[in-house]
């Protein structure tokens, strides 16, 4: 069903690009229509080079080639370009192809995934309406251009802004300076049902993480956790929660039953049917005293809980006693690396980054968070998420 989809989406696109070049360029060089003057109106206008008189389905197959940027630069080079790459069709069909291979997505980029729930634009609509230099007809349309870019993770690392010279330099001082050891709350059934426990993989990854203090103190009656060094510089804590003890995790992941976690309780529903949780007097002791979240959940095909992750999720970052939302990293786990990483026709082996967010209903939460593709045996995006929630935490890296 999905290759169908595929075929139906590239068909549609090269039609609506195809209906495009025949109405405004009938010939290979001729007349433009419309708000596009002809040759002689504009002068030394040149007349279409090679590139644009290639059939409309190798001129889509090239982009389709072609990064987000290098499809910008290519609108910039003339005026049949730069109303070619704006055909909404043709970026909703990228969305809708890339999207499930971005390893991350955060409270800034999530993409309005609704707007792809909605009916295809019709393509005579589409293409009657465009015209050059006019966005007239395309207002009422969906900026599948707009979303691309901003949810595009290569796209999202362009743009960022350079920081000043003076802000490296302050970067540096303050680097010099002890600050307080951030601690993380780290929770989740990807810690449990896993074949390989990210956990253990932690703590036995010194080319990773290398583990810079064990468990010595006790915050609030509650154990400290392990400290970690993050770039052999940033000391970071994380306390992990588990649902239950070790004996009972193993004989549930073993028999693929769900275990009664003992860190929250269920307490009913509200007026209009979600799950209500509360939490456990150790677990609220941890939610006061921690800078942020982080959540492992299971990505593998198939798992997941539903509405019950969403409630618990909730119930943990409710109680948190701060005027500034703590920040919440969902690390997107699977066991191990994608056998066929190299084959993107293949089955996904794991739930998309832009769908687990979808699942846990991050969207509607107030606080800023992110979530990371990972990987439990090679800990692979590990970092990027860790990087991310240490700047949430004011750290300068």
Known sequence: MAGKTHQLNESVVIR?????????FPNTGGAVKGDLTSAEDQGDEPQLGFLDSLPVDTQFLIMSYLCPADICCLGATSRYWRALVRDPLLWRYFLIRDMLYWPSIDHVSMPQLELLDAPLINADESLDEREEGSDKGMELKCDYMSEYLKSCPSCREQWLPSRPAY????????????????????????????????????MRAPDVLPVSGTPQRQINGIGSGISYLFNNQHKFNILTLYSTNRAERERARVQQQSVNSKLFAFVGTDDSGKLIYSLAPHVQQVCQVVDGFIYVANAEPGKGEGESEIAQIRAVLSYVKASTPRPLLVLSCVAREDPDAGNRIATRWRTPCVYMAKRLGLSKLDNQWMVQDTVAESLSGLLDGIAWLLRCSGVKL
């Open 16 to 24: 609506s690009l195809r209906r495009f070049r025949e109405r405004y």
């Open 167 to 202: 802000e490296v330099v302050t970067s540096f001082l303050q680097s010099l300076v002890p600050s307080a050891e951030p601690r993380y709350a780290m929770f989740g059934p990807g810690m449990e049902q896993l074949d390989v426990s990210l956990v253990t993989r932690l």
